[in-house]
Nanobody, 124 residues
Framework: QVQLVESGGGSVQIGGSLRLSCSASGFSLSNYAIGWFRQAPGKGREAVSCISMQDGPTYYPDSEKGRFTIVTDKAKNTVYLQMNSLKPEDTGIYYC?????????????????WGQGTQVTVSS
């Protein structure tokens, strides 16, 4: 049974950092594409980052790679999203997701499995 569990969210001040974790069970993360999406209050989900063996780390938009870093820990079967220099517009629920095709995409509909989400709140 495929299961994704996010953790690491919380409340931070502007400019702070958080590391989100996406732990998987029922499959090996490294064989697929794992995406992170953010859902801001009152809005739909938008892609933040993705990682796969074929594509490596990908950021949406690409300019965010200066603030965000996505990595896979194969031994722990966990994907991490390190977020630095956080801004109020980073606030939202962060979901990790699995695409059984190992290619990164920012299209929400391509992902097959989703975690329950973790809340990130950035304020002054």
């Amino acid at each position: 049974q495929v299961q994704l569990v996010e953790s690491g969210g919380g409340s931070v001040q502007i400019g702070g950092s958080l590391r989100l974790s996406c732990s998987a069970s029922g499959f090996s993360l490294s064989n697929y594409a794992i995406g992170w999406f953010r859902q801001a209050p009152g809005k739909g989900r938008e892609a933040v980052s993705c990682i796969s063996m074929q594509d490596g780390p990908t950021y949406y938009p690409d300019s965010e790679k200066g603030r965000f870093t996505i990595v896979t820990d194969k031994a722990k079967n966990t994907v991490y999203l390190q977020m630095n220099s956080l801004k109020p517009e980073d606030t939202g629920i962060y979901y990790c997701s699995l695409d059984v095709e190992p290619f990164c995409t920012d299209h929400e509909w391509k992902y097959d499995y989703w975690g329950q989400g973790t809340q990130v709140t950035v304020s002054s």
